[in-house]
């Protein structure tokens, strides 16, 4: 009996430490590092500046930079943009930018549904298509409509819209979003890094950015785009340095808060012992986009560029002196001589991490209503030159947010304007000259500037025929969907091939026909 | 859910008796472990010395006119001493009748041998049961019979009998002439025998025979009749009552095991050693596919039995010690295809020291390992560490082992063409830093041409980069053991030091590991056991693996072969910056790597357990253990400043803590019934809890150079990792045996997980096996002395979701100056859709199999056929990235693996003084992926850089499928070229598998008086390895296949684009052009991946001992060993096909590990 009892003992200690407590599994399985429902403004957030934190260098700079010469690489494996070669770069920037800022923002949508939050589903609806128009310009058609919705409605795997269908609901979705803006509700306030909130602004944005869908659509659609420009125009845009979208970044300690721009041209090329000659990917700025400036005499160059003075050698300084930049020449194959004396980005303006960056400007404005005008589609009271010369003031006045050395006087832009006044002619003469000054002021917005090139087909460029590109020695016209399409999500992949044509670069999208 | 009815009883009562918190768990623990080591101290000190005597021991037996064998079976049970005893003799005494009662042990077998001719004696755990007057010899009956009238002229010799495993002398051993076996005598109680020699012998060599049941037969020559003889005799190595441990520590005879299982004993590990012990069981066990890896010391091994059974999920075994799990998850995976800091933090398996290791069995199929439920789906590898054993005084031992490592293959390289890259030679020094890894320049002639740091140097080959590089790698371990013990505590206290440079400069090891084991038997009923385990780990500069960067091998193997790798060093300049030797940044100076990368980690960990056992009837015990597998972990990793791919530097810290704690509960009841029916049944409950805490800090460019601190980076972000999972079992058995000729075990467990959802969160798991001893049976031929067919059926399960996958969360961004919140990402970085109903996949094996002994035990056969299917399968089903996420995990796949696997034992040669054993072993397993998720035929498993080849799970294939790129050919098979020349991209296919699916292995081992002698030869075959060196190799001029062409051009004839035929001649200053554009037709690198190798060898001397005043020396072997010595075969150029560096699922991708090594050295053994 001893013996039993004292084995009861025994079990009853052991068992004590063999807990098989089930009703304790509900907390082990709890994270304590996530919460289980979103905090709905910090996520919108996160969906602004994903925007721009998506392989900004791999997909922007190394690839579309290339393509409209805005920069120039003398390597191959990252100037696959330089030379027109293929790569999966842009895909893995889009992959990356679904499961970032589009995920984010249509979550931001889900959960704002209700009444009271009218405006934050309104603001949230036009990044939605701000985020979106960026992609569906490069890649034509994409999935929109079951986009990011793998747990939603568990769509593994979905559908191509076609790119005629995806600016159509963008549009009605600019126009409903701005609509239903309700000044006595609340926004998402000093969460919305972009205006703060502020109503007014966001009508601006997205009459904006309706004005630059509407005219996207001038080749393909002239009567819809006439249709939708007007209602911007009337709608009203934004036409002051005040109202301009930007975001601004801190400095921080992680680069989600930085300047992605700088971030990644600073850690991938342009580090702080480079001094011109070691850069990791061996980026410059393209001969042509160096020598528009400097032929022009134009007074952004010493504020974008720079080179190295290696007078004294131990102690390389930076110089931006316009008479001494010298832009790379695009298709090159090998490290050029004297490498340091190409000119690169200026530390003092572009590469900081608190630096500003240009969402959608009133330099855009201006030429887009400068190009309204010559279509006869603006009714207002400016001119095309007038609107051209607000144009060419903004895109200057622009740099001055980069700081002291970004500062472009009022006499000096005067002075530009001067020496080149807007000098009309025919369409294509004025065409030429207002996307021109576009495709200079939009340095460093390569998806945009890519875009408005190849509606336009300003500036001409003379493409580069390295033996050996995959666009028969044409500049491309879209990027190639990412390799995981392919794998992944073949049926609906082919579709969007067969309807769009081949997954090419030199396939135009639809807008582009 | 009727059949669960049983366990949810057991949930009940089990719940109603639980705490609650993991703390009081813990302190519990800590408290009942630090209490059995504090008594069994106390008892130590006060009994050390006496042992344990049938005198003294009691057992309480009865019997009921029951053959005499019986009886003595049943007193081998019951008093735990093992019996010896010749079975055809005591078949001819009568049946036993004796009155239940407790008595002495000596008592019982005096009483029951009363009236036989036999006696018995006590040595050690074992009682010896011999015949007191052993019948003469039939000389001698013959002299009786016959008279005077026949008389040998006889000469007398004299000798003793010992047992070779205790030194005690053998009484009841027979003696006989070999020539005469009528010739005979035996031993008595001292081991003594006389033995008289007809004289026809006395004049020439003669041979004796010894024998002794359970024992070999020893034949000694004799050449000097006068010369007193000493026989040592060596248990029977598989004897047929051999015990194997199994499931939970329990202990069985291998008779009664219905399924497989293969025991390696620890003295197989302890000579030529491995780092990691998990490598030392290469080419051991059919069936166990080990693949050390070529990342240098304190390194992973991969580990996986019986194939694949997993698409996505962990594909190797349980580790468990003395019962307990522990935790053998990688510290960070590896992967194929990064470089910078990307080391192999190494395993858990690799902090068991083999010294301390009894033996190893190695459960293969899911019946083996059904009764650890979900975690056992791979198979089981069961320690048993070593204990104390009841002695006088202390017993020490020390095995002391010192080890060179070089590199044992050096690549067959070109020679002829040095640095350039047009087939001339290099004029500027930027052009030298241009084509530094390019050797398509000019012929070698020893001319002065400049180099990458502008100095001029002769144009010759290189031949001994490699040798110059690399350091001789020295392993130096030293182990200690303590032993003693009472007939109430026995314990073995060990020190362990291993300290390994490797051969990589500046990479270094050092490893100690101190282990204690008590047991104790704290009167009658009562024993309790406790281990504890202390091991500290710290690892200097882990070589960099994979991609370029970062990679100390990389540069080393490809640089140019006219420029001696020695003129890198130190690599860096004056202002610490990289001196760059080739024109891409990311290939890393392999000296800048060693000189100025820093990679620290350090691993503590505690491995505690402790079981209490109690007695409380006789055949009714309780044991309770609990277990607890602590490792606290530190890394810091630092890319320096001046780094030419991050000239600003960076900087990872990782430190976290992980604990596995296990604890049991088991009640095991012993009871015969229906007269020849014995039952075991055995039950208990289980919990498992894994925690993991810490935090990982990633920093950036520094602030102020060179000076690597975390408070000086310009961004750094800080993650928390933490994680924690529970699994609660419970679980029985039963174990039938009918006269010891049908045995029958049936299992169940029953798993409940915290990872599942609450409404669906358990599952059982059964298993049946039986073994029939045929020989037992029927009387077979008597050249088969042995035979038992055996066979299983098991359901298992494995792979139970990670936590925190049932709902979708948000997590804040980290660091952020601002609030930001994102969609919570795995713990790879990846986006997962949640999924409530994933549940653990089930994996069903069926088993069967035969042993056999022949021909007098001197051939052994045991033969195991499997089929084991897993389906529900999780699978990471890819989704479009597109939908936001990049998988769903999803209860969908199945694989399949069936194989044989033969081991052969012989001994070809038994003579007195020499004998000669042979072990083979040979294993096939055919592996099937069978679904994937719907519409999905492949499953991305891994890649390798620039994805020139991938690693896939296809459907119809075998895991594992390396895809790599053909050489486009046309219709009649004609190569395809570009206008300028290259040869053009072919289709993408499947090259096989990069996991062997058939391996052999061959062990012989020879004594001869006091020397043995053995080696160890192992291979693989059937497998596809690709080869980044190789392919690198040919694109930079290294292969002799980039020879042709270089003097006049290569003269090419086949087709175009449209099939119409196409001639071309590459000039001489295109051939490097041309050969780089091979790296896009990857399949010239996939190579058949099968090898053998000289694995092991032992040659070894036992050293005549004495003793060196009061230090009675017991033995002492020296022995010369060696590891990994000669590739024997292979087909894979320059490198070696097991030249893996990931423990990952992506298996048969090389390129640029750390060169794999042979290993030679001595191992000094000393028992004192």
Same mark, same amino acid.
């Given at each position: 009996? =001893?013996?039993?009892?004292?084995?009861?003992?025994?079990?009853?200690?052991?068992?004590?430490?063999?807990?098989?407590?089930? =009703?304790?599994?509900?907390?082990?399985?709890?994270?304590?590092?996530?919460?289980?429902?979103?905090?709905? #403004?910090?996520?919108?957030?996160?969906?602004?500046?994903?925007?721009?934190?998506?392989?900004?260098?791999?997909?922007?700079?190394?690839?579309?930079?290339?393509?409209?010469?805005?920069?120039?690489?003398?390597?191959?494996?990252?100037?696959?943009?330089?030379?027109?070669?293929?790569?999966?770069?842009?895909?893995?920037?889009?992959?990356?930018?679904?499961?970032?800022?589009?995920?984010?923002?249509?979550?931001?949508?889900?959960?704002?549904?209700?009444?009271?939050?009218?405006?934050?589903?309104?603001?949230?609806?036009?990044?939605?298509?701000?985020?979106?128009?960026?992609?569906? *310009?490069?890649?034509?058609?994409?999935?929109?409509?079951?986009?990011?919705?793998?747990?939603?409605?568990?769509?593994?795997?979905?559908?191509?819209?076609?790119?005629?269908?995806?600016?159509?609901?963008?549009?009605?979705?600019?126009?409903?979003?701005?609509?239903?803006? *309700?000044?006595?509700?609340?926004?998402?306030?000093?969460?919305?890094?972009?205006?703060?909130?502020?109503?007014?602004?966001?009508? !601006?944005?997205?009459?904006?950015?309706?004005?630059?869908?509407?005219?996207?659509?001038? !080749?393909?659609? #002239?009567?819809?785009?006439?249709?939708?420009?007007? !209602?911007?125009?009337?709608?009203?845009?934004?036409?002051?340095?005040? *109202?301009?979208?930007?975001? !601004?970044?801190?400095?921080?300690?992680?680069?989600?808060?930085?300047?992605?721009?700088?971030?990644?041209? +600073?850690?991938?090329?342009?580090?702080?012992?480079?001094?011109?000659?070691?850069? +990791?990917?061996?980026?410059?700025?393209?001969?042509?986009?160096?020598?528009?400036?400097?032929?022009?005499?134009?007074?952004?160059?010493?504020?974008?560029?720079?080179? %190295?003075?290696?007078?004294?050698?131990?102690?390389?300084?930076?110089?931006?002196?316009?008479?001494?930049?010298?832009?790379?020449?695009?298709?090159?194959?090998?490290?050029? &001589?004297?490498?340091?004396?190409?000119?690169?980005?200026?530390?003092?303006?572009?590469?900081?991490?608190?630096?500003?960056?240009?969402?959608?400007?009133?330099?855009?404005?201006?030429?887009?209503?400068?190009?309204?005008?010559?279509?006869?589609?603006?009714?207002?009271?400016?001119?095309?030159?007038?609107?051209?010369?607000?144009?060419?003031?903004?895109?200057?006045?622009?740099?001055?947010?980069?700081? #002291?050395?970004? &500062?472009?006087?009022?006499?000096?832009?005067?002075?530009?304007?001067?020496?080149?006044?807007?000098?009309?002619?025919?369409?294509?003469?004025?065409?030429?000259?207002?996307?021109?000054?576009?495709?200079?002021?939009?340095?460093?917005?390569?998806?945009?500037?890519?875009?408005?090139?190849?509606?336009?087909?300003?500036?001409?460029?003379?493409?580069?025929?390295?033996?050996?590109?995959?666009?028969?020695?044409? +500049?491309?016209?879209?990027?190639?969907? #990412?390799?995981?399409?392919?794998?992944?999500?073949?049926?609906?992949?082919?579709?969007?091939?067969?309807?769009?044509?081949? *997954?090419?670069?030199?396939?135009?999208? %639809?807008?582009?026909? | 859910?009727?059949?669960?009815?049983?366990?949810?009883?057991?949930?009940?009562?089990?719940?109603?008796?639980?705490?609650?918190?993991?703390?009081?768990?813990?302190?519990?623990?800590?408290?009942?472990?630090?209490?059995?080591?504090?008594?069994?101290?106390?008892?130590?000190?006060?009994?050390?010395?006496?042992?344990?005597?049938?005198?003294?021991?009691?057992?309480?037996?009865?019997?009921?006119?029951?053959?005499?064998?019986?009886?003595?079976?049943?007193?081998?049970?019951?008093?735990?001493?093992?019996?010896?005893?010749?079975?055809?003799?005591?078949?001819?005494?009568?049946?036993?009748?004796?009155?239940?009662?407790?008595?002495?042990?000596?008592?019982?077998?005096?009483?029951?041998?009363?009236?036989?001719?036999?006696?018995?004696?006590?040595?050690?755990?074992?009682?010896?049961?011999?015949?007191?007057?052993?019948?003469?010899?039939?000389?001698?009956?013959?002299?009786?019979?016959?008279?005077?009238?026949?008389?040998?002229?006889?000469?007398?010799?004299?000798?003793?009998?010992?047992?070779?495993?205790?030194?005690?002398?053998?009484?009841?051993?027979?003696?006989?002439?070999?020539?005469?076996?009528?010739?005979?005598?035996?031993?008595?109680?001292?081991?003594?025998?006389?033995?008289?020699?007809?004289?026809?012998?006395?004049?020439?060599?003669?041979?004796?025979?010894?024998?002794?049941?359970?024992?070999?037969?020893?034949?000694?020559?004799?050449?000097?009749?006068?010369?007193?003889?000493?026989?040592?005799?060596?248990?029977?190595?598989?004897?047929?009552?051999?015990?194997?441990?199994?499931?939970?520590?329990?202990?069985?005879?291998?008779?009664?095991?219905?399924?497989?299982?293969?025991?390696?004993?620890?003295?197989?590990?302890?000579?030529?050693?491995?780092?990691?012990?998990?490598?030392?069981?290469?080419?051991?066990?059919?069936?166990?596919?080990?693949?050390?890896?070529?990342?240098?010391?304190?390194?992973?091994?991969?580990?996986?039995?019986?194939?694949?059974?997993?698409?996505?999920?962990?594909?190797?075994?349980?580790?468990?010690?003395?019962?307990?799990?522990?935790?053998?998850?990688?510290?960070?995976?590896?992967?194929?295809?990064?470089?910078?800091?990307?080391?192999?933090?190494?395993?858990?398996?690799?902090?068991?020291?083999?010294?301390?290791?009894?033996?190893?069995?190695?459960?293969?199929?899911?019946?083996?390992?059904?009764?650890?439920?979900?975690?056992?789906?791979?198979?089981?590898?069961?320690?048993?560490?070593?204990?104390?054993?009841?002695?006088?005084?202390?017993?020490?031992?020390?095995?002391?082992?010192?080890?060179?490592?070089?590199?044992?293959?050096?690549?067959?390289?070109?020679?002829?063409?040095?640095?350039?890259?047009?087939?001339?030679?290099?004029?500027?020094?930027?052009?030298?830093?241009?084509?530094?890894?390019?050797?398509?320049?000019?012929?070698?002639?020893?001319?002065?041409?400049?180099?990458?740091?502008?100095?001029?140097?002769?144009?010759?080959?290189?031949?001994?980069?490699?040798?110059?590089?690399?350091?001789?790698?020295?392993?130096?371990?030293?182990?200690?053991?303590?032993?003693?013990?009472?007939?109430?505590?026995?314990?073995?206290?060990?020190?362990?030091?291993?300290?390994?440079?490797?051969?990589?400069?500046?990479?270094?090891?050092?490893?100690?590991?101190?282990?204690?084991?008590?047991?104790?038997?704290?009167?009658?009923?009562?024993?309790?056991?406790?281990?504890?385990?202390?091991?500290?780990?710290?690892?200097?500069?882990?070589?960099?693996?994979?991609?370029?960067?970062?990679?100390?091998?990389?540069?080393?193997?490809?640089?140019?072969?006219?420029?001696?790798?020695?003129?890198?060093?130190?690599?860096?300049?004056?202002?610490?910056?990289?001196?760059?030797?080739?024109?891409?940044?990311?290939?890393?100076?392999?000296?800048?790597?060693?000189?100025?990368?820093?990679?620290?980690?350090?691993?503590?960990?505690?491995?505690?357990?402790?079981?209490?056992?109690?007695?409380?009837?006789?055949?009714?015990?309780?044991?309770?253990?609990?277990?607890?597998?602590?490792?606290?972990?530190?890394?810091?990793?630092?890319?320096?400043?001046?780094?030419?791919?991050?000239?600003?530097?960076?900087?990872?810290?990782?430190?976290?803590?992980?604990?596995?704690?296990?604890?049991?509960?088991?009640?095991?009841?012993?009871?015969?019934?229906?007269?020849?029916?014995?039952?075991?049944?055995?039950?208990?409950?289980?919990?498992?809890?894994?925690?993991?805490?810490?935090?990982?800090?990633?920093?950036?460019?520094?602030?102020?150079?060179?000076?690597?601190?975390?408070?000086?980076?310009?961004?750094?972000?800080?993650?928390?990792?933490?994680?924690?999972?529970?699994?609660?079992?419970?679980?029985?058995?039963?174990?039938?045996?009918?006269?010891?000729?049908?045995?029958?075990?049936?299992?169940?467990?029953?798993?409940?997980?915290?990872?599942?959802?609450?409404?669906?969160?358990?599952?059982?798991?059964?298993?049946?096996?039986?073994?029939?001893?045929?020989?037992?049976?029927?009387?077979?031929?008597?050249?088969?002395?042995?035979?038992?067919?055996?066979?299983?059926?098991?359901?298992?399960?494995?792979?139970?979701?990670?936590?925190?996958?049932?709902?979708?969360?948000?997590?804040?961004?980290?660091?952020?100056?601002?609030?930001?919140?994102?969609?919570?990402?795995?713990?790879?970085?990846?986006?997962?859709?949640?999924?409530?109903?994933?549940?653990?996949?089930?994996?069903?094996?069926?088993?069967?199999?035969?042993?056999?002994?022949?021909?007098?035990?001197?051939?052994?056969?045991?033969?195991?056929?499997?089929?084991?299917?897993?389906?529900?399968?999780?699978?990471?089903?890819?989704?479009?990235?597109?939908?936001?996420?990049?998988?769903?995990?999803?209860?969908?796949?199945?694989?399949?693996?069936?194989?044989?696997?033969?081991?052969?034992?012989?001994?070809?040669?038994?003579?007195?003084?020499?004998?000669?054993?042979?072990?083979?072993?040979?294993?096939?397993?055919?592996?099937?992926?069978?679904?994937?998720?719907?519409?999905?035929?492949?499953?991305?498993?891994?890649?390798?850089?620039?994805?020139?080849?991938?690693?896939?799970?296809?459907?119809?294939?075998?895991?594992?499928?390396?895809?790599?790129?053909?050489?486009?050919?046309?219709?009649?098979?004609?190569?395809?070229?570009?206008?300028?020349?290259?040869?053009?991209?072919?289709?993408?296919?499947?090259?096989?598998?990069?996991?062997?699916?058939?391996?052999?292995?061959?062990?012989?081992?020879?004594?001869?008086?006091?020397?043995?002698?053995?080696?160890?030869?192992?291979?693989?075959?059937?497998?596809?390895?690709?080869?980044?060196?190789?392919?690198?190799?040919?694109?930079?001029?290294?292969?002799?296949?980039?020879?042709?062409?270089?003097?006049?051009?290569?003269?090419?004839?086949?087709?175009?684009?449209?099939?119409?035929?196409?001639?071309?001649?590459?000039?001489?200053?295109?051939?490097?052009?041309?050969?780089?554009?091979?790296?896009?037709?990857?399949?010239?690198?996939?190579?058949?991946?099968?090898?053998?190798?000289?694995?092991?060898?032992?040659?070894?001397?036992?050293?005549?001992?004495?003793?060196?005043?009061?230090?009675?020396?017991?033995?002492?072997?020296?022995?010369?060993?060696?590891?990994?010595?000669?590739?024997?075969?292979?087909?894979?150029?320059?490198?070696?096909?097991?030249?893996?560096?990931?423990?990952?699922?992506?298996?048969?991708?090389?390129?640029?590990?750390?060169?794999?090594?042979?290993?030679?050295?001595?191992?000094?053994?000393?028992?004192?």
């Amino acid at each position: 009996m =001893k013996k039993i009892y004292f084995g009861v003992c025994l079990m009853s200690f052991v068992a004590m430490m063999t807990p098989s407590c089930k =009703k304790d599994f509900a907390a082990i399985n709890t994270d304590p590092n996530a919460i289980s429902s979103p905090t709905v #403004p910090y996520l919108f957030s996160k969906a602004e500046l994903d925007a721009f934190n998506a392989n900004y260098y791999a997909s922007q700079i190394s690839n579309v930079a290339g393509f409209i010469q805005h920069f120039a690489n003398y390597k191959l494996t990252s100037g696959f943009g330089d030379k027109y070669l293929t790569n999966n770069e842009a895909g893995t920037a889009l992959d990356a930018y679904y499961q970032n800022t589009v995920s984010e923002i249509s979550d931001v949508i889900r959960y704002s549904k209700a009444a009271p939050d009218v405006n934050k589903l309104s603001q949230a609806r036009i990044w939605r298509v701000y985020v979106m128009h960026r992609m569906t *310009d490069m890649f034509g058609d994409l999935p929109y409509s079951q986009a990011v919705q793998g747990y939603t409605s568990n769509t593994f795997f979905p559908v191509y819209d076609a790119q005629s269908a995806i600016y159509a609901d963008m549009l009605k979705e600019l126009d409903e979003a701005i609509q239903a803006f *309700d000044a006595s509700k609340a926004t998402f306030g000093s969460a919305d890094l972009l205006y703060g909130g502020n109503i007014t602004s966001w009508k !601006k944005f997205g009459y904006s950015l309706m004005l630059r869908l509407g005219m996207r659509l001038t !080749k393909v659609d #002239p009567a819809t785009a006439q249709t939708w420009v007007q !209602k911007a125009i009337a709608g009203g845009v934004i036409v002051n340095d005040t *109202d301009i979208a930007v975001m !601004k970044y801190q400095s921080g300690s992680i680069n989600l808060n930085r300047n992605p721009i700088a971030v990644d041209l +600073i850690g991938n090329d342009y580090s702080a012992t480079a001094y011109g000659l070691n850069l +990791i990917e061996g980026d410059k700025y393209s001969d042509t986009y160096v020598n528009y400036l400097k032929g022009n005499h134009d007074p952004r160059l010493s504020v974008i560029a720079v080179v %190295w003075n290696y007078t004294d050698p131990s102690n390389p300084v930076p110089d931006t002196t316009a008479a001494n930049q010298k832009g790379m020449a695009n298709g090159l194959t090998s490290q050029p &001589v004297n490498f340091q004396s190409y000119s690169e980005p200026n530390p003092a303006t572009i590469l900081q991490y608190t630096a500003p960056l240009m969402v959608l400007t009133n330099a855009e404005t201006n030429f887009l209503l400068a190009e309204a005008t010559l279509r006869g589609w603006n009714t207002g009271a400016g001119t095309v030159a007038s609107y051209y010369n607000a144009g060419v003031t903004a895109a200057m006045h622009q740099w001055a947010l980069f700081g #002291p050395g970004g &500062v472009i006087s009022d006499a000096k832009i005067a002075a530009y304007l001067t020496a080149h006044p807007f000098t009309g002619g025919t369409n294509d003469q004025q065409m030429q000259q207002i996307h021109t000054q576009f495709w200079a002021s939009l340095i460093y917005d390569e998806y945009e500037s890519f875009s408005d090139w190849r509606r336009t087909g300003y500036p001409v460029l003379t493409p580069v025929n390295y033996q050996g590109n995959n666009s028969n020695g044409t +500049i491309p016209r879209r990027m190639m969907y #990412p390799l995981s399409e392919i794998s992944t999500n073949t049926a609906n992949y082919n579709a969007a091939v067969v309807r769009q044509g081949p *997954d090419l670069l030199t396939t135009h999208v %639809w807008w582009d026909k | 859910m009727q059949k669960n009815t049983a366990f949810a009883k057991w949930r009940l009562c089990a719940t109603q008796i639980c705490t609650h918190t993991g703390f009081r768990f813990l302190m519990k623990l800590s408290i009942c472990y630090f209490t059995i080591l504090f008594i069994t101290a106390q008892l130590l000190l006060a009994k050390t010395g006496s042992s344990q005597s049938i005198k003294d021991e009691t057992i309480t037996i009865g019997a009921k006119n029951e053959p005499l064998k019986k009886t003595l079976k049943k007193i081998e049970k019951l008093s735990g001493f093992q019996m010896a005893y010749p079975s055809e003799k005591i078949i001819q005494y009568k049946n036993v009748t004796l009155q239940t009662e407790t008595r002495t042990i000596e008592r019982t077998l005096r009483l029951i041998l009363d009236n036989t001719d036999l006696d018995f004696k006590q040595f050690d755990k074992k009682i010896i049961i011999f015949e007191k007057n052993p019948p003469k010899s039939r000389a001698a009956e013959a002299e009786n019979v016959q008279g005077a009238t026949l008389k040998y002229a006889v000469g007398e010799l004299k000798g003793k009998v010992y047992f070779d495993d205790n030194s005690n002398p053998v009484p009841g051993a027979t003696v006989s002439l070999k020539e005469d076996p009528g010739v005979g005598t035996a031993t008595d109680n001292s081991g003594a025998f006389k033995l008289s020699i007809p004289d026809k012998y006395k004049e020439k060599a003669f041979s004796i025979v010894v024998a002794f049941i359970g024992y070999n037969k020893e034949e000694v020559l004799v050449t000097n009749i006068d010369a007193p003889l000493v026989v040592r005799l060596k248990p029977v190595s598989s004897a047929l009552n051999e015990v194997v441990v199994t499931a939970l520590g329990i202990k069985k005879e291998r008779k009664a095991v219905g399924f497989s299982v293969t025991e390696v004993k620890g003295d197989e590990l302890v000579q030529a050693r491995e780092v990691n012990v998990a490598n030392a069981l290469e080419g051991k066990v059919a069936g166990v596919n080990v693949s050390s890896l070529a990342t240098g010391p304190g390194g992973s091994s991969r580990v996986v039995i019986r194939g694949s059974g997993s698409i996505a999920g962990n594909n190797q075994p349980l580790y468990v010690v003395n019962g307990m799990p522990i935790d053998n998850i990688p510290s960070t995976p590896t992967t194929t295809n990064s470089g910078g800091l990307n080391v192999d933090n190494g395993d858990g398996i690799s902090g068991i020291n083999p010294d301390d290791i009894e033996s190893i069995s190695v459960l293969k199929g899911g019946t083996a390992s059904a009764l650890y439920g979900s975690r056992a789906s791979n198979g089981v590898i069961l320690i048993t560490t070593k204990k104390g054993a009841t002695q006088r005084g202390v017993g020490v031992e020390y095995n002391s082992t010192f080890t060179e490592e070089t590199p044992e293959l050096i690549p067959d390289w070109q020679y002829e063409y040095g640095e350039g890259k047009f087939g001339t030679k290099v004029t500027t020094q930027q052009d030298a830093i241009s084509y530094g890894r390019l050797s398509y320049g000019a012929k070698l002639d020893g001319s002065s041409v400049i180099q990458f740091d502008g100095v001029s140097r002769p144009y010759v080959a290189q031949k001994n980069n490699i040798k110059n590089f690399y350091n001789t790698g020295k392993t130096f371990t030293n182990t200690v053991a303590f032993t003693g013990g009472s007939d109430v505590l026995n314990f073995r206290f060990s020190v362990s030091d291993l300290n390994d440079k490797g051969i990589v400069p500046n990479n270094t090891l050092d490893k100690k590991i101190a282990n204690l084991n008590v047991n104790a038997k704290l009167g009658k009923n009562l024993s309790v056991e406790a281990v504890g385990q202390y091991n500290v780990e710290n690892n200097l500069n882990r070589p960099g693996l994979g991609d370029a960067l970062g990679n100390p091998n990389w540069g080393t193997y490809m640089i140019a072969n006219s420029v001696d790798i020695r003129s890198l060093a130190p690599g860096y300049d004056a202002n610490g910056n990289e001196i760059l030797w080739n024109s891409s940044g990311f290939a890393t100076n392999p000296y800048f790597t060693i000189n100025r990368f820093q990679q620290k980690d350090t691993k503590n960990r505690f491995i505690g357990y402790a079981s209490v056992k109690y007695n409380l009837l006789d055949n009714l015990f309780i044991k309770g253990r609990v277990s607890d597998d602590y490792l606290s972990y530190e890394y810091t990793g630092i890319t320096p400043t001046g780094t030419a791919y991050a000239p600003q530097g960076a900087i990872s810290v990782v430190n976290y803590n992980t604990a596995e704690i296990n604890s049991e509960l088991t009640l095991n009841y012993n009871t015969r019934f229906l007269k020849d029916f014995n039952a075991n049944v055995l039950a208990g409950g289980n919990q498992q809890k894994h925690t993991l805490n810490g935090l990982e800090v990633d920093g950036s460019n520094f602030n102020i150079p060179f000076f690597y601190s975390l408070s000086n980076v310009n961004s750094s972000v800080t993650l928390p990792r933490y994680s924690k999972t529970a699994v609660n079992s419970v679980f029985a058995s039963a174990d039938f045996d009918y006269k010891s000729i049908v045995y029958l075990s049936v299992t169940g467990r029953n798993d409940w997980f915290s990872t599942l959802s609450l409404d669906q969160d358990h599952i059982f798991y059964p298993s049946v096996s039986g073994s029939f001893i045929l020989s037992e049976a029927v009387k077979l031929p008597s050249w088969i002395n042995y035979a038992k067919l055996r066979g299983s059926w098991a359901q298992v399960g494995g792979g139970a979701p990670n936590p925190y996958g049932i709902n979708l969360t948000y997590t804040q961004v980290a660091g952020s100056t601002m609030p930001l919140q994102e969609i919570t990402r795995d713990a790879n970085g990846n986006l997962v859709i949640p999924n409530s109903k994933l549940k653990p996949y089930t994996s069903q094996t069926v088993e069967v199999g035969a042993e056999m002994k022949f021909f007098n035990n001197r051939l052994g056969l045991d033969l195991a056929l499997y089929n084991r299917s897993t389906i529900n399968d999780i699978v990471p089903a890819n989704v479009d990235p597109l939908s936001g996420f990049t998988s769903a995990y999803l209860n969908i796949g199945k694989i399949n693996n069936k194989g044989i696997e033969l081991l052969l034992t012989g001994r070809p040669v038994k003579a007195s003084h020499f004998s000669w054993d042979v072990t083979y072993t040979y294993s096939y397993n055919k592996n099937t992926v069978e679904r994937l998720a719907a519409g999905q035929n492949s499953f991305f498993l891994g890649t390798s850089v620039n994805s020139y080849v991938s690693v896939y799970a296809e459907v119809g294939k075998p895991y594992g499928q390396i895809q790599a790129y053909q050489l486009k050919k046309d219709a009649q098979g004609r190569t395809v070229y570009a206008a300028n020349g290259n040869e053009e991209q072919g289709n993408l296919v499947d090259m096989g598998t990069g996991v062997a699916p058939s391996a052999m292995s061959i062990t012989n081992s020879f004594n001869y008086h006091r020397f043995n002698f053995s080696f160890l030869i192992d291979g693989k075959y059937g497998n596809k390895i690709y080869s980044g060196t190789n392919l690198y190799a040919d694109r930079f001029g290294l292969l002799k296949s980039t020879l042709p062409g270089r003097d006049n051009g290569l003269a090419l004839n086949g087709v175009d684009d449209n099939d119409q035929p196409f001639t071309y001649t590459v000039p001489v200053s295109n051939i490097a052009t041309f050969y780089d554009n091979r790296k896009n037709i990857s399949s010239f690198f996939v190579y058949d991946g099968s090898f053998i190798k000289l694995r092991q060898v032992i040659l070894g001397y036992n050293v005549p001992t004495k003793n060196i005043g009061p230090i009675r020396i017991q033995s002492l072997n020296l022995s010369f060993v060696g590891r990994n010595l000669l590739i024997l075969y292979k087909k894979a150029p320059n490198i070696d096909p097991e030249s893996t560096f990931t423990a990952g699922n992506e298996q048969g991708m090389e390129m640029f590990g750390v060169p794999r090594v042979r290993s030679y050295g001595l191992n000094l053994m000393v028992k004192f």
